[in-house]
């Protein structure tokens, strides 16, 4: 998938910007605070539903204004090319493809399909389970076209069963979800254990460039490797009962990082940190890739943050190998390690102001 063109209206700082955007490369340079990360998130939310800078959607909303507006045209593997638009305001979040009504976020993600390494990427590995189960969970979705039959049926048994156990509802009532919880947990392991399988070889090959050392991945399932989902629900329901949730299963899991042996988040330095998750980033877009799915877009946000210019220029080097469409935000357009990039459209940003260079 290509965003051709990006219009941002009331976003953040910015009131009114346009932009029309390179299939490849694409440089966005500014001061701090101008509005470069502000045009990455817009991208961003298009292709996820949700902000990778905030969580709270209200906040995006530029002030004095009552909802922010984005539209774009995309393009995808056929040659189509469709407009995309998102408006968010006091009523909700509205948002429309080709003039339909898109209510489901996994359906926008595949129409824009979108990565992005920020500064804050380092959470991904020193961070918890949560953020490296959206992680594996969006690269599983992408190439298995069950996974989100079974996620969706999961995550509804386990709503209802979890509710159920904080009403203390009897017993019969709350366990009669346990057949449907246990069937699509197990398919949800078993295709993340599979996807695992092909993306552990190409992140090692990222990471072995970029770090120059060994990394392993390992699925915790969430539940103990030596039972059944089912001996393990049965087993913890008392404890279940007592507590109001229920403990063990596939919304436990975690990506388990250990960098030359160790778990990562307690070996590495920061910036190391974010090595290594620019190298689960750039691995899981590989591995996609191989396994049939579209490229998504990358979105890289001020990577010269705490980077010194060795491992800078070995990221841009990763970066630029991948056939993806890039957008690059920068300081300082002129660092020699841009210079990794091809030519492109180039772009500068001054109080939400966006002006085209190249």
Same mark, same amino acid.
């Given at each position: ?7 941002? $209206? ?40 949700? +902000? ?15 909802? !922010?507006? %984005? ?19 006091? +009523? ?5 493809? #080709?003039?339909?009504?898109?209510? #489901? ?25 949560? $953020? ?40 019969a009532l709350i366990r009669i979800w346990d057949k449907e919880l246990v069937e699509a947990g197990e398919e949800v392991t078993n295709l993340r254990e599979r996807y695992l399988g ?5 992140? +090692?090959?990222?990471?072995?460039? %970029? ?17 059944? %989902? ?11 009962? #007592?507590?109001?949730?229920?403990? !063990? ?5 975690? %990506? ?36 049939? +799915? ?23 080097? $990763? ?14 357009? #002129? ?14 940003? $001054? ?8």
């Amino acid at each position: 998938m290509t965003l051709q063109s990006l219009v941002v $209206e009331d976003f953040r700082c910015v009131e009114h910007a346009e932009l029309a955007l390179h299939p490849r490369f694409n440089l966005i340079s500014g001061e701090n605070a101008s509005g470069k990360t502000t045009l990455l998130e817009a991208m961003f939310i298009l292709g996820r539903g949700r +902000s990778f800078r905030s969580a709270q959607t209200e906040g995006l909303i530029r002030a004095s204004a009552n909802a !922010f507006q %984005l539209v774009a045209k995309v393009s995808g593997g056929d040659g189509r090319t469709r407009p995309l638009g998102m408006r968010f305001g006091r +009523s909700g979040m509205e948002i429309r493809c #080709a003039g339909r009504p898109i209510g #489901a976020l996994s359906e926008l993600a595949t129409i824009l399909p979108v990565q992005a390494i920020d500064p804050e990427v380092h959470r991904l590995v020193e961070g918890g389970p949560q $953020e490296r189960r959206r992680y594996l969970d969006w690269g599983v979705f992408h190439v298995e076209p069950t996974f989100i039959g079974y996620w969706r049926r999961y995550q509804r048994a386990l709503r209802q069963r979890n509710a159920g156990l904080k009403a203390a509802q009897p017993e019969a009532l709350i366990r009669i979800w346990d057949k449907e919880l246990v069937e699509a947990g197990e398919e949800v392991t078993n295709l993340r254990e599979r996807y695992l399988g092909t993306l552990v070889g190409h992140v +090692s090959a990222v990471a072995g460039r %970029l770090l120059g050392s060994r990394i392993d991945l390992t699925l915790s399932r969430g539940w103990s490797a030596d039972r059944s %989902l089912l001996d393990a629900t049965s087993a913890a329901w008392q404890r279940d009962r #007592a507590r109001g949730l229920t403990h !063990f299963g596939p919304h436990r899991a975690d %990506l388990v990082v250990r960098f030359e042996g160790s778990l990562a988040k307690d070996r590495v330095s920061r910036g190391q940190q974010k090595l290594l998750a620019a190298a689960l980033l750039l691995g899981q877009l590989q591995c996609d890739a191989s396994l049939g +799915s579209e490229l998504a877009g990358l979105l890289v946000d001020d990577p010269a943050a705490e980077l010194d210019e060795s491992h800078l220029k070995r990221l841009l080097a $990763e970066v630029s190998a991948l056939p993806a469409q890039l957008v690059v935000t920068a300081l300082d357009p #002129a660092n020699l390690a841009l210079r990794e990039l091809s030519d492109g459209h180039r772009f500068h940003v $001054e109080h939400g102001s966006v002006t085209r260079l190249l």
